[in-house]
């Protein structure tokens, strides 16, 4: 049986080895980060602390797949009982099919 977490750590390894290959040819991790719209400081800790960014952003900047462990807690309608992961975590109460236009539509709602 394959390890779910085997192609996050695969690309993992790309990314550090690339941002190493990077730093031999700029010399300073400001330039590495910089040139991937991250700090430094997050390139040096990717590329030599073996860190695992839980930023989308981040990650995608990175060419990391989303981490499913990062993702969020599904939450469920309570109009249709989807279950959806929201930006906000789990201070929403609608999926964002039976979510209302604006606030006073929501509280029609309930």
């Not at 990077?22 to 300073?28: A, D, I, T, V």
């Not at 981490?67 to 469920?76: C, E, I, K, R």
Request: aromatic share 6%; net charge positive.
């Amino acid at each position: 049986m394959e390890d779910p977490q085997e192609p996050i750590l695969t690309a993992h390894k790309a990314a550090a080895d690339r941002l190493r290959e990077l730093h031999e040819q700029l010399h300073s991790w400001e330039l590495v980060g910089r040139s991937l719209g991250i700090s430094g400081g997050m390139a040096y800790r990717v590329a030599l602390q073996g860190y695992e960014p839980k930023d989308s952003g981040i990650r995608h900047r990175l060419g990391l797949p989303v981490n499913p462990l990062v993702m969020g807690t599904a939450v469920f309608c309570a109009k249709c009982g989807r279950a959806f992961v929201g930006k906000w975590g789990n201070r929403r109460k609608f999926c964002p099919i039976c979510r209302p236009v604006n606030q006073s539509e929501e509280a029609r709602d309930e």
